[in-house]
């Protein structure tokens, strides 16, 4: 979930200026109350639909420990085909084939973690990633997202009107956001799952979380931390703690996949003119 903590920018951490609700939130705030209202949205959902989310025993590893150095090998080379995107090496990005190619490229950065379960035999449970009916998984999803939109565009001041975000988000120029928002999804998920089966779910979820908003450090260093910033980062981490939680009672990262997603671009498309 990258926020405006990775871009290092100073900013109130809730409050921001005014809008229809009066004092309006900064976009960090926004984003909270978004996620939040989504999550809530969705648990209400889930509990009238136990045949899409009927809270399986989590997937079972014999050696988890060895699972989880699997995974990690698998982030150093992340890490390793992320700079050969840097330097693009890899598929050229302009052009009418630009957006596909930037998908691929995204599927190719982040396959070495991707392809840990595959290769290991233990399914697509273990990814998060359900296989019945995923078109009414991810069709929920883009409800709660534009329900979370709406939250944002009314709590953000100087937001554009939330048709214009909506069309501004869902268009095809992002299609290659999208799919790094689901790779690194489930590459979350692989992770989260393999380290629950180590350590447990309570240590599991802060972990996660923690390592999650400390990937935000490097480029606040960059730009000088203050108090907003470490502010940011301990929102960033309880958001963390909340996604994580209801992700894994859903075991499924469909739903969520267009919240992130939406909410990620919100840093581009909420207000114009404004770029975090």
């Not at 871009?7 to 909270?32: C, D, E, I, K, Q």
Request: hydrophobic content about 55%.
């Amino acid at each position: 979930m990258r926020v405006d903590a990775s871009r290092g920018r100073r900013y109130s951490v809730l409050m921001n200026g005014p809008t229809m609700f009066g004092n309006g939130l900064s976009h960090h705030g926004a984003l909270l109350v978004g996620y939040l209202l989504a999550l809530i949205a969705w648990d209400r959902v889930s509990r009238r639909q136990t045949n899409l989310w009927p809270a399986p025993e989590p997937p079972a590893f014999a050696h988890p420990w060895r699972e989880l150095g699997y995974c990690a090998l698998g982030i150093v080379a992340v890490l390793g085909v992320g700079q050969l995107y840097q330097r693009h090496w890899l598929l050229p990005v302009h052009g009418t084939a630009g957006q596909p190619f930037e998908a691929i490229n995204q599927l190719l950065i982040f396959s070495p973690v991707l392809a840990v379960p595959l290769i290991r035999k233990q399914g697509w449970a273990s990814m998060w990633l359900p296989m019945h009916r995923v078109w009414q998984r991810v069709l929920i999803g883009l409800v709660l997202s534009l329900i979370a939109m709406l939250a944002f565009v009314n709590l953000r001041a100087g937001t554009g009107k939330w048709v214009g975000v909506i069309r501004n988000v869902y268009h095809p120029k992002n299609l290659g956001n999208l799919v790094q928002v689901l790779c690194e999804d489930v590459a979350i998920a692989i992770v989260f799952v393999r380290m629950r089966a180590a350590i447990g779910l309570l240590w599991s979820i802060m972990v996660v979380a923690v390592l999650f908003a400390a990937a935000h450090i490097p480029a606040m260093l960059s730009t000088g931390v203050g108090l907003d910033q470490i502010l940011s980062l301990v929102m960033d981490a309880g958001l963390g703690i909340v996604v994580l939680y209801f992700l894994q009672r859903s075991n499924d990262v469909w739903w969520f996949w267009l919240i992130h997603f939406s909410m990620d671009m919100m840093q581009f498309y909420a207000v114009p003119g404004v770029a975090h």
